[in-house]
């Protein structure tokens, strides 16, 4: 996002999860991150947080991660 106002979805999925991660952000003087993630994600939250800090300056960012297991594909016989 290049706005100080703005809005930014993604998803990803791989063969064991689907992530997908909303930003929302308002102008702001100072860098203001909020993050919320999903509880099995919690512990990538200070990698995110560093990953934010380095790509933003200023504003007040919300970032939401949620994600799900998949269920695996059974196997045709």
């Known amino acids: 996002m290049r706005s100080m106002a703005g809005f930014g979805q993604g998803s990803a999925t791989g063969d ?3 992530v ?4 929302r952000s ?5 860098l203001d991150l909020v993050l919320r993630l999903d509880e099995p ?3 990538l939250e200070s990698s ?4 934010l ?3 933003l300056r200023r504003g007040r960012v ?7 297991g998949r269920q695996p ?3 045709r016989v």
């Open 16 to 18: 064991r999860h689907h």
């Open 20 to 23: 997908s991660v909303s930003l």
């Open 26 to 30: 308002v102008n702001g003087r100072f």
């Open 41 to 43: 994600y919690r512990a």
């Open 48 to 51: 995110l947080r560093a990953l």
């Open 53 to 55: 800090e380095g790509e």
């Open 62 to 68: 919300e970032a939401d991660v949620e994600g799900r």
């Open 73 to 75: 594909v059974p196997a």
